[in-house]
């Protein structure tokens, strides 16, 4: 099993940056991809960022609408995926999650393990 706890949501005003943080914990191993995902009111669950190692390769994936403005990334000695969110907007307020699985690959939207959740709100 892998357990995975977000931290780093909050209120930032428009324009402004946040780092999200996933600490990873169990078999983490096991996993090969690591995602973001959010949730805004009303609105069904979207995918927003994937990172995922395949041997010495690393491959990413972004949903336009955060491309050039959102980062994901990873410390494999802290067992923790960041997401980086610069230029936030509005339209950025959501619940985000992080998401992991035991497959390399940044397609699929099927992910093995979730988090809880952190909150972003960015007022205007």
């Known amino acids: 099993q892998v357990q995975l706890v977000e931290s780093g949501g909050g209120l930032v005003q428009a324009g402004g940056s946040l780092r999200l943080s996933c600490a990873t914990s169990?078999?983490?191993?096991?996993?090969?991809?690591m995602a973001w995902f959010r949730q805004a009111p009303g609105k069904e669950r979207e995918f927003v960022a994937a990172?995922?190692?395949?041997?010495?390769?690393?491959?990413?994936a972004y949903a336009d609408s955060v491309k050039g403005r959102f980062t994901i990334s990873r410390d494999n000695a802290k067992n923790t995926v960041y997401l980086q969110m610069n230029s936030l907007k509005p339209e950025d307020t959501a619940v985000y999650y992080c998401?992991?699985?035991?497959?390399?690959?940044?397609?699929?939207?099927?992910?093995?393990?979730w988090g809880q959740g952190t909150q972003v709100t960015v007022s205007s």
């Open positions: 998401a992991a699985k035991r497959l390399a690959d940044t397609t699929s939207l099927n992910y093995d393990y």
């Open positions: 169990g078999r983490t191993s096991s996993i090969y991809t």
């Open positions: 990172r995922a190692r395949s041997g010495i390769t690393t491959s990413y």
